[in-house]
């Protein structure tokens, strides 16, 4: 079974920028994830489980409130990995993953269709038109990807629940 959810991507506040983590490190350990047709990279670091995904029992609308999973007693909201990448709709999938990330004892889940790797970070210059406000940096040697900047992730996901994301 397959869900459509219908995505937009917000900037992060202004103020996330005082969150954003430092440069990126050669040999740093980056997650490689896969996000629909996209690929991206996290540090590992700033992974603290991978879970799997589970349906929700009704799709979210468009411009409805941002969804949250309750984890461990904590609301934590929940970015999808496509409409970070841009893409207009994120598709569920029964097999896809989240992962738990944490960033200055804040946390967001990231909804991914795989965790597929761990590589050392090989960082690049960024390709024309490749800053972003949640991008990092960039890494690779054959097929260069973004490196989630996760602090600013978790900002942005924490802004869009409207304050109903709760705990740490």
Same mark, same amino acid.
């Given at each position: 079974?397959?869900?459509?959810?219908?995505?937009?991507?917000?900037e992060p506040p202004r103020d996330a920028a005082a969150l954003a983590g430092g440069a990126l490190r050669a040999g740093e350990a980056l997650v490689r994830v896969r996000c629909g047709a996209f690929g991206l990279l996290l540090p590992l670091a700033a992974v603290e489980r991978i879970l799997p995904a589970a349906l929700?029992? /009704?799709?979210?609308?468009? +411009?409805?409130?941002? %969804?949250?999973?309750?984890?461990?007693? #904590?609301?934590?909201?929940?970015?999808?990995?496509?409409?970070?990448?841009?893409?207009?709709?994120? *598709?569920?999938?029964?097999?896809?993953?989240?992962?738990?990330?944490?960033?200055?004892?804040?946390?967001?889940?990231?909804?991914?269709?795989?965790? #597929?790797?761990?590589? %050392?970070?090989?960082?690049? /210059?960024?390709? %024309?038109?490749? #800053? +972003?406000?949640?991008?990092? +940096?960039?890494?690779?040697?054959?097929? %260069?990807?973004?490196?989630?900047?996760?602090?600013?992730?978790?900002?942005?996901?924490?802004?869009?629940?409207?304050? *109903?994301?709760? +705990?740490?």
């Amino acid at each position: 079974m397959t869900t459509t959810i219908t995505t937009t991507a917000a900037e992060p506040p202004r103020d996330a920028a005082a969150l954003a983590g430092g440069a990126l490190r050669a040999g740093e350990a980056l997650v490689r994830v896969r996000c629909g047709a996209f690929g991206l990279l996290l540090p590992l670091a700033a992974v603290e489980r991978i879970l799997p995904a589970a349906l929700p029992a /009704a799709a979210p609308a468009a +411009g409805g409130a941002h %969804p949250l999973v309750s984890l461990g007693g #904590e609301l934590v909201p929940v970015l999808f990995g496509e409409a970070l990448l841009g893409e207009p709709e994120a *598709r569920l999938r029964a097999e896809d993953q989240l992962l738990l990330l944490g960033a200055g004892g804040r946390h967001a889940l990231l909804w991914v269709s795989a965790v #597929e790797d761990v590589e %050392p970070c090989r960082p690049l /210059a960024p390709p %024309p038109g490749g #800053e +972003g406000a949640l991008v990092a +940096g960039w890494s690779g040697d054959e097929a %260069p990807l973004a490196v989630l900047d996760v602090a600013r992730a978790v900002a942005l996901a924490r802004a869009a629940s409207g304050g *109903r994301a709760e +705990g740490a």
